[in-house]
């Protein structure tokens, strides 16, 4: 009789989890990904970077039968995590364009022999269609493909890279191989982007919570920029950081400017060879450097846990980029701060970049997500309830810990409000936008309303506050997840379950009031000498 598989009970997990990588707890839903994984299905990771993306992969590979292929765009990541796993005790190899023909033809013999559990390959290594491939694929029996950085398959995602496509094959000639897509950086239309383009068989999406509460997000004006981060690094002399700047030229710059003022800094470019690059990143980890200027290409892959800061001198591209960019700051959840220089001069420069992009497609999707970039620069509310938003997660207007929360603001109970507007909603019949309920509130006796409104018992109780107010109220509403707004132009406003509980007196509504918010800006602008 053939002996019954092993049970993957929640136990026999936790073990497995401590005895292969020495952890006691799974993190946020990594078990049940697991769970998933190991059953057969196809999986979609949407996880913050440092969430513990690998793991959900890494485990299941350990325990089924076969190779696990994980597909993988960066090659120094990929020796990264083949160190990792075999200093673990477990057998993994990887496949690049940086091994000689030797060392490839001693990981396929390897891999066929089944004296691996994880192969990493990277994506331009999968031919788009060679029986030879395929026949080797079937030779090592594949237990799993992981597919990370996923976002790169997606013209929608901000690293879209081509080669990404042929990955379609995969799921094609072997469709029995469950397969996990994992990315830290998907809105909701790469997410739907990816799961079509991988051909994800009735995907299950793992989406963890993207708020990284321990990170607090500023936006200062950029001016005086250099003088503002040396009294920062100044004042947090036991901390290290990261600064992104876009221009090669102006890593070098700033860098040297630090090391000016006596700051222990160096730079990091594409444009700086391999083995520079690599002593640089490894000085930044012991601690032996405490600043690193760099452009974007720095970063993916660190581990560094203890970065207490990540400054932004020039505005990013979008906000995945961005968002991911700071999320390398406090992943031991220790308080660390995101500061980023806003001036619209750096829209204006990018928009060229962005509208010279070959593919217009691609040029507008990229013009798109710079507006919503600057859209994030200059918003009037709680900078992480923003981004919360943009990656699809309803949060409250006040976060207590970015710029706009920390500046003298003051609570205010705005359940009453809260409450006429509701209620307009729902006498109007959940059909209008808040322009038309703002008009309802203040008593509008414009002719375009509808006659049976004027006689409602919301109709102009409102007029002790203004049409922006109360536009603001309802932009409140939605973000706080009371109301939910229709996608199209109308901007319908519908009530949602929690919006009945502040209608019905059930629950408070709680609202940060900053009125003065330029006034209070120049106020607080820090002098230096
Ligand atoms: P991601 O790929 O999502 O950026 P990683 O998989 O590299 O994240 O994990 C980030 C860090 O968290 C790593 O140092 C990893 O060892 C650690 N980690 C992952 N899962 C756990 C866990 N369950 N318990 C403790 N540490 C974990
Ligand atoms: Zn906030």
Not at 165 to 180: D, S, T, Y
Not at 329 to 337: F, Q, V
Not at 352 to 359: T, V
Not at 382 to 400: I, K, N, S, V, W
């Amino acid at each position: 009789m053939a002996t019954s598989p092993p049970a993957y009970t929640t136990e026999y997990l936790h073990r497995a989890l401590a005895h292969f990588f020495g952890y006691n707890e799974f993190r946020h839903s990594q078990l049940s990904i697991i769970q998933n994984v190991l059953a057969g299905e196809d999986v979609l990771v949407i996880m913050p970077t440092g969430g513990g993306k690998s793991i959900c992969y890494q485990l299941p590979a350990v325990l089924l039968p076969g190779v696990a292929i994980v597909v993988s765009p960066l090659i120094a990541l990929m020796k990264d995590q083949v160190d990792a796993l075999r200093a673990n005790g477990i057998r993994a190899a990887y496949l690049n364009s940086s091994q000689t023909q030797e060392e490839q033809q001693e990981v396929v013999r390897a891999a066929r022999s089944g004296e691996l559990k994880l192969l990493y390959i990277a994506p331009e290594r999968i031919p788009a269609n060679n029986a030879a491939f395929f026949t080797f694929l079937r030779q090592v029996n594949p237990s799993l493909f992981a597919v990370d950085e996923a976002h790169c398959i997606s013209s929608w995602g901000h690293d879209f890279r081509p080669e990404y496509l042929k990955l379609a094959i995969l799921k094609k000639e072997m469709p029995g191989v469950p397969m996990i897509a994992l990315t830290a950086s998907a809105d909701k239309v790469t997410q739907k982007d990816i799961a079509e383009r991988l051909t994800l068989q009735d995907p299950k999406l793992f989406l963890s919570s993207f708020n990284r509460p321990n990170i607090h997000y500023h936006i200062l004006p950029k001016k005086n920029t250099m003088g503002h981060i040396i009294e920062y690094i100044r004042r947090h002399r036991d901390d290290s950081g990261i600064i992104y700047a876009l221009s090669r030229a102006s890593t070098e710059e700033i860098a040297k400017k630090l090391r000016d003022h006596g700051i222990n800094a160096a730079h990091y470019h594409a444009g700086m060879d391999a083995a520079s690059r690599s002593t640089i990143q490894e000085a930044f980890q012991r601690d032996e450097i405490r600043v690193i200027v760099a452009t974007i290409a720095f970063g993916m892959g660190i581990d560094k846990s203890n970065v207490r800061f990540v400054i932004h001198h020039d505005v990013s591209k979008n906000i995945e980029g961005y968002y991911q960019e700071t999320g390398r700051a406090g992943r031991d959840g220790l308080r660390s701060d995101a500061i980023l220089y806003y001036t619209v001069g750096d829209i204006v420069k990018l928009r060229k970049f962005a509208i010279n992009e070959e593919d217009p497609q691609q040029a507008a999707i990229s013009k798109r997500k710079l507006q919503l970039m600057q859209d994030y620069c200059e918003h009037e509310g709680c900078r992480r309830q923003y981004l919360m938003q943009y990656f699809g997660e309803a949060f409250p207007a006040y976060c207590g810990s970015c710029d706009y929360c920390l500046t003298s603001l003051e609570e205010k109970d705005a359940t009453e409000d809260a409450q006429m507007l509701l209620s307009a909603v729902v006498r109007t019949g959940e059909r209008y936008g808040a322009y038309y309920l703002a008009d309802v509130l203040r008593g509008s006796a414009s002719e375009k309303m509808n006659q049976a409104h004027k006689e409602l018992k919301t109709y102009g109780i409102g007029k002790h506050l203004k049409k922006d107010e109360w536009l603001w109220m309802a932009k409140q509403l939605t973000g706080g997840g009371y109301l939910q707004k229709s996608d199209d132009a109308f901007g319908i406003l519908r009530i949602t379950d929690n919006g009945w509980k502040i209608l019905r007196g059930e629950a408070q509504l709680k609202l940060v009031i900053r009125k003065e918010v330029q006034e209070q800006q120049a106020d607080n602008e820090p002098t230096y000498e």
